[in-house]
């Protein structure tokens, strides 16, 4: 069965650092590229970071410094890591895999997980 499944999503004080896991199964996630996303409640889907299949990582403005993304390519995952947590950084966090990370459409994306809810508490 060919899924992504998001993980590691918790409730944490604001100035915690978190890592969430995005594991592929019935494929390989290292051929594609991996996008990051969160939604909060009431608010569009956003994404968050994206990483390449050449290992190049992409960040908007509002999470660089803070957001990191990266591959474990013998765990078939793909990392996020998060730092100096913001209350403004809850929401429910997916992952998304296509084949680049600018040229892919996400909004067209269908296969979205169940996601994982990041709560942080000021």
């Known amino acids: 069965q060919v899924q992504l499944v998001e993980s590691g999503g918790r409730l944490v004080q604001a100035g915690g650092s978190l890592r969430l896991s995005c594991t592929a199964s019935?494929?390989?996630?290292?051929?594609?590229?991996v996008g990051w996303f969160r939604q909060a409640p009431g608010k569009e889907r956003i994404g968050v970071s994206c990483?390449?299949?050449?290992?190049?990582?992409y960040y908007p403005d509002s999470v660089k410094g803070r957001f990191t993304t990266s591959r474990d390519k013998a765990r078939n995952t793909v990392y996020l890591d998060i730092r100096r947590l913001k209350p403004e950084d809850t929401a429910a966090y997916y992952c998304?895999?296509?084949?680049?990370?600018?040229?892919?459409?996400?909004?067209?994306?269908?296969?979205w997980g169940q996601g994982t809810q990041v709560t942080v508490s000021s």
């Open positions: 990483i390449s299949r050449n290992g190049g990582t």
């Open positions: 998304a895999a296509d084949q680049d990370c600018i040229a892919t459409d996400w909004n067209k994306y269908d296969g």
């Open positions: 019935g494929f390989t996630l290292d051929d594609y590229a």
